[in-house]
């Protein structure tokens, strides 16, 4: 038996649950509320009581470039919350329920299930991110002036590796966990740490960490630098979140061959 059958069961899955709606929503949602905030930010200012009378306060208009790589910046954190919700309970929900039991009752062994779940959710995550970045290039654009797309689309991809860590080990949280809520919890502390402990604890450790990514992206993004420059900037820590993916991905598979299903 192939994966391509498991896969095609998560899928209807994600249609099942509305996942595959709601996850590409709660993406735009997080990072079209930039452009819109920062354009009515002196509206509201000039709006708000409490000021001195004749108080005057001038904001320089931001460029479309920097408003939309501040949509990146903003995203972060809670976009990473958001995927761990999305992903805790995928093994872990399926192990409590017995459905994972009735699952490996029938020839498919765990290597395919798990196979299945991550190509699942990767390709969720990534089209979602791409959804949510291309609709608000489009309305930074609409509200800030002309961005080019490639700078766009480049900054984007450089920084979908860190949303693929943010899977890889909620999924491998989910596979040693017996429920979903463990797994999360430890999924958030370990994507909490891994963000943003490496930066106390010397260069090295911050270059090969995956704050280094969103830094690259926004690099890009901003047309301040060239491929090449955004790559030097980003190489290293895309080396150790492509290395931390592989680690991980390899314990989640270890956890769910070993656990008591």
């Known amino acids: 038996m192939t994966s ?12 099942k649950t509305y996942k595959i709606l709601i996850v590409p929503i709660v993406f735009i949602a997080l990072m079209i509320t930039q452009p819109i905030t920062m354009k009515m930010l002196p509206d509201i200012l000039a709006n708000s009581t409490g000021l001195p009378k004749g108080t005057v306060i ?9 408003v ?16 761990i919700l999305v992903v805790m309970g995928t093994i872990a929900g399926e192990k409590a329920s017995g459905v994972a039991s009735m699952v490996f009752v029938k020839p498919v062994s765990r ?4 196979l299945a779940k991550a190509i699942t959710y990767y390709t969720l995550t990534i089209g979602s991110m791409l959804i949510g970045m291309g ?6 654009e609409l509200l800030f002036g002309k961005l080019d797309w490639a700078h766009v ?24 966990f017996a429920n979903a809520v463990g797994a999360g919890g430890a999924s958030l502390v370990f994507n909490i ?11 090295f ?8 990514l969103p830094n690259a992206a926004m690099m890009m993004i901003q047309e301040n630098s060239t491929l090449a420059e955004a790559a030097i900037t980003g190489l290293p820590g895309l080396a150790g979140v492509f290395a931390l993916n592989i680690v991980f991905f390899f314990m989640g598979w270890y956890f769910l061959e070993r656990s008591e299903i």
């Open 205 to 212: 450790l911050d270059m090969v960490s995956p704050g280094g």
């Open 58 to 66: 001038n904001i320089p208009t931001p460029s479309a470039p920097e």
């Open 68 to 83: 939309l790589s501040t949509a990146i910046s903003k995203f972060s954190s809670l976009g990473t919350f958001v995927l």
């Open 111 to 114: 290597a395919k299930y798990y």
């Open 193 to 203: 740490v891994v963000f943003t402990v490496p930066q106390f604890l010397g260069k």
């Open 135 to 140: 609709i608000t290039a489009y309305y930074t």
């Open 4 to 15: 391509y059958p498991m896969i095609r069961k998560e899928f209807q899955e994600l249609m």
């Open 153 to 176: 689309w480049l900054g984007t991809f450089m920084y979908i590796p860190n949303l693929l860590l943010v899977v890889t080990t909620t999924l491998c949280a989910s596979s040693f």
